[in-house]
């Protein structure tokens, strides 16, 4: 049965698309972090107008340029919660990344336009993220335009740096703000009837194979890092491709789906910064991409890898560097939890049909909530198409539908009931 919010939510359509167009036009392109200021404004303004009490955590200059790069410190980090408090005990926060990765490419329907066309609304970010954000911005507007409490405390949480990695964005929140929320729904990493329960992991690494450079004349004089890196990576492929095939690396979701870990080699690979066609490399370097599954832990993964690559590079007698480029521990929570039983109630009430709990093959910001503080957290968003790609867009009807899964779960979730709702 419909409740009055769901009922405000399809009367309000041109509302929410509205919104999302204007801060589609907010390029929040990342990197290095443009216009984050301009949106977070935009937001902090609409919250207020809602009626929530409002907190901006901006990461301090010098932590940006530590943690990132000395020039991205002239792009500033903020973080913004809104917070409806109804007196509750328990809080759920909403969680949704605002930053978009850059567009390049020939668009029919400009990037930064949020042209709305033949039911669909176009631009860089609606898929990933800013639709689901204004899904659950406007989620939370329905509950308190048809005065219905729930009985849970609100938080909505706009975040930046998803999209390298999150550490001054959710990972900031969670680690400075004082005040957690019992449960999280990162608004990506499901969709439509799949509920996202976890995700996999990340070891990204470059590998820089030190040789001996010189005048390609001379090559007795060298030791060509190029020739070197192959010899590396030659040794080092099949025994990593070994360790994959043991089968408690397996990870099988509650749908049945079974994952498995990967790797990437070479994704990025190429000679040091002095390259010219008679000069033979001094340095030669690839990446590491390699993904891990629930069943797996990321510091025996890393520990695996480090052992496999020195131990090659001993026996071929070069020496190489190791730098981590990015990690992300895997996390998966029990279907059987109050928070996914009563998402999954809201979703097949809104939607029908029956809901199914997945695991994302790639990651979300769910990890600092599931790991980093052990919070119970789903994934689920509007379902997007051509995400970082030409034409990304999402459909008007399921921006909508979200919308009301949101809302029919802030409306029905009672923490520590049965059933949870």
């Known amino acids: 049965m419909n409740t009055d919010a769901e009922t405000w939510l399809a009367e309000h359509e041109e509302d929410l698309c509205a919104f999302l167009a204007e801060i589609v036009r907010i390029p929040t392109v990342n990197p290095p972090g443009e216009h984050y200021t301009d949106l977070v404004e935009r937001l902090d303004a609409k919250l207020r107008e809602m009626g929530l009490s409002t907190e901006i955590v901006t990461v301090p200059r010098e932590i940006v340029a530590k943690t990132l790069r000395a020039d991205f410190a002239d792009f500033p980090r903020h973080n913004l919660v809104g917070r409806w408090d109804v007196g509750a005990k328990k809080t759920v926060q909403f969680n949704s990344h605002y930053d978009v990765v850059p567009a390049a490419g020939i ?93 996999n992991g990340i070891v990204q690494w470059e590998v820089t194979v030190l040789g001996k450079g010189g005048h390609s004349a001379y090559p007795s004089r060298t030791v060509n890092a190029f020739e070197e890196m192959i010899a590396l990576v030659s040794r080092i492929e099949p025994e990593i491709k070994r360790t994959l095939a043991d089968p408690r690396k397996r990870f099988v979701t509650p749908s049945g789906e079974e994952l498995e870990p990967v790797v990437n080699l070479g994704g990025v690979f190429g000679p040091g910064k002095a390259a010219k066609v008679n000069i033979i490399p001094g340095e030669a370097s690839f990446t590491v991409d390699r993904r891990l599954t629930p069943s797996e832990e990321l510091n025996v993964v890393e520990r695996e890898l480090r052992e496999i690559i020195q131990s090659a590079a001993a026996k071929c007698r070069m020496g190489i560097r190791i730098r981590q480029i990015h990690t992300t521990a895997p996390c998966a929570l029990s279907p059987l939890s109050a928070l996914p039983q009563a998402f999954r109630r809201a979703v097949q009430g809104v939607r029908g049909g029956r809901a199914r709990f997945t695991v994302n093959r790639g990651a979300t910001d769910m990890h600092y909530y599931a790991r980093k503080r052990g919070i119970d957290t789903i994934g689920y968003g509007v379902e997007g198409k051509n995400i970082h790609a030409i034409e990304e867009r999402i459909s008007v009807a399921d921006l909508v539908t979200t919308a009301k899964v949101y809302a029919r779960f802030l409306h029905d979730f009672v923490p520590g009931s049965r059933e949870g709702g």
């Open 107 to 199: 668009w029919k329907h400009p990037p930064f336009s949020g042209k709305r066309e033949g039911g669909w609304l176009f631009g860089r970010g609606t898929a990933d993220m800013k639709g689901s954000l204004v899904a659950s911005l406007f989620a939370v507007e329905a509950l308190r335009r048809t005065a219905l409490k729930p009985h849970v405390n609100v938080e909505l949480a706009f975040v930046a740096d998803e999209e390298i990695g999150g550490e001054l964005g959710t990972g900031y929140l969670v680690s400075q703000r004082r005040r957690t929320p019992d449960f999280a729904v990162v608004c990506e990493g499901g969709a439509a009837g799949k509920i996202g329960i976890g995700h």
